[in-house]
C-alpha cells in the first residue's frame, strides 16, 4: 500500500506552530495589561471565549489546508470527530475542566 502524499510542507507546520505560540503569548499579554488599566473591566470568561473561538478558526484553516480539497476536509471532520464520540467527549471534558480550573470558573 502507497503512502499517503503530504501536501503540507514543513514551512507550513512551522508557520502553523509559530501562529498558535504567538496567539497564545499575545493572549496572555493582552489580558494582563488591560485587566490592570483604569479601564472599564471585561468578564475574563470572554476574552476566554473569543480565544478559543479563534484557536478553532486557526484549526479549522489548519486542517483545510493540510486535507487539500473540500471533498477530503468534510471526510476527516467525519472520521475524526463525529466517528469517535468517545475520543471527543474524553478531550472535550478534559480540557474543559482543565481551563475551568485553570480561570477560575464556577462549577456549578
Request: net charge positive; hydrophobic share 45%.
Amino acid at each position: 500500500m502507497a503512502a499517503p502524499r503530504d501536501n503540507v510542507t514543513l514551512l507550513f507546520k512551522l508557520y502553523c506552530l509559530a501562529v498558535m505560540t504567538l496567539m497564545a503569548a499575545v493572549y496572555t499579554i493582552a489580558l494582563r495589561y488591560t485587566r490592570t488599566s483604569d479601564k472599564e473591566l471585561y468578564f475574563s470568561t470572554t476574552a476566554v471565549c473569543i480565544t478559543e473561538v479563534i484557536k478553532l478558526l486557526l484549526s479549522v484553516g489548519i486542517l483545510a489546508k493540510e486535507t487539500g480539497s473540500l471533498g477530503r476536509f468534510k471526510a476527516s471532520l467525519r472520521e475524526n470527530v463525529l466517528g469517535s464520540p468517545k475520543e471527543l467527549l474524553k478531550l472535550s471534558c478534559i480540557v474543559s475542566v482543565c481551563c475551568s480550573e485553570q480561570h477560575g470558573f464556577p462549577s456549578s
